[in-house]
T-cell receptor, first 110, second 114 residues
Framework: GIQVEQSPPDLILQEGANSTLRCNFSDSVNNLQWFHQNPWGQLINLFY???GTKQNGRLSATTVATERYSLLYISSSQTTDSGVYFC????????????FGKGTLLTVNP | DTGVSQNPRHKITKRGQNVTFRCDPISEHNRLYWYRQTLGQGPEFLTY????????KSRLLSDRFSAERPKGSFSTLEIQRTEQGDSAMYLCASSLTGKGDGYTFGSGTRLTVV
C-alpha cells in the first residue's frame, strides 16, 4: 500500500516562530488532507489539498503532486497551535480510504 | 450542519464486556468511515459505508467487531468480548461523494478496557 512519511516527528518552537512540516507519499493520490489533532483527540481538517497552494490565516499548504510531497507552513505560531499534525492521502485507484502518516508533534512554548 | 457527532466520548469497560459506539455523520454525507487510533500512531482504517452498504472491512476488524449503518444515517460500532488490546480512540468520519472537501471527523470515543 501507499506509504506516507512525515517530518520532523517532533518540533518545539517559541511563540511567534515559523515552521514547515513535510509530508512525502509513495504513489499518486486523489486526495490529500492536513489535520490538526488537539489535546482532546479531535481531528480538525486544516486543508483539502491534492494539488496546488491554499492559505487560511496563519496557515498555508502546498502540494506538488508530481513530486509526491506536501508542505504545511505555520507562521507566527501560537501556543494553541500545539498538537499533532497529520497528513493523510487517498491513493489513486481508491476513492475513499485515507492513509495517515505518523504525524508531527508540535509544541509551541510561550 | 452540526458536524460529525460521536457518543459516548469516553468508555471504560471490563475485559469481556460488550460495548457499542454511535456516530451521527453530517446529514447530507453519504459516506461514513470508522478508524482506530492507538497512542502515538496515526488513525487506521477499519470500515467504510456508502449509504447503508458496508463496502469494505479492514483485516484489523476481527469477528468480535461489527458495524452497521441502518437506513444510511447514523452508524454503530459494536465490540464483543472486549480485550485490553481494544483500548484505543475510535474515530468516525463522513464525506460526500464528488464534493472536493474531503473527510470530516468526529471527536472520537476513547475506549479503555480494564
Amino acid at each position: 500500500g501507499i506509504q506516507v512519511e512525515q517530518s520532523p516527528p517532533d518540533l518545539i518552537l517559541q511563540e511567534g516562530a515559523n515552521s514547515t512540516l513535510r509530508c512525502n507519499f509513495s504513489d499518486s493520490v486523489n486526495n490529500l488532507q492536513w489535520f490538526h489533532q488537539n489535546p482532546w483527540g479531535q481531528l480538525i481538517n486544516l486543508f483539502y489539498i491534492p494539488s496546488g497552494t491554499k492559505q487560511n490565516g496563519r496557515l498555508s499548504a502546498t502540494t506538488v503532486a508530481t513530486e509526491r510531497y506536501s508542505l504545511l507552513y505555520i507562521s507566527s505560531s501560537q501556543t494553541t497551535d500545539s498538537g499533532v499534525y497529520f497528513c493523510a492521502v487517498v491513493p489513486r485507484g481508491s476513492n475513499y480510504k485515507l492513509t495517515f502518516g505518523k504525524g508531527t508533534l508540535l509544541t509551541v512554548n510561550p | 450542519d452540526t458536524g460529525v457527532s460521536q457518543n459516548p466520548r469516553h468508555k471504560i469497560t471490563k475485559r469481556g464486556q460488550n460495548v457499542t459506539f454511535r456516530c451521527d455523520p453530517i446529514s447530507e454525507h453519504n459516506r461514513l468511515y470508522w478508524y482506530r487510533q492507538t497512542l502515538g500512531q496515526g488513525p487506521e482504517f477499519l470500515t467504510y459505508f456508502q449509504n447503508e452498504a458496508q463496502l469494505e472491512k479492514s483485516r484489523l476488524l476481527s469477528d468480535r467487531f461489527s458495524a452497521e449503518r441502518p437506513k444510511g444515517s447514523f452508524s454503530t460500532l459494536e465490540i464483543q468480548r472486549t480485550e485490553q488490546g481494544d483500548s484505543a480512540m475510535y474515530l468516525c468520519a463522513s464525506s460526500l461523494t464528488g464534493k472536493g472537501d474531503g473527510y470530516t471527523f468526529g471527536s472520537g470515543t476513547r475506549l479503555t478496557v480494564v
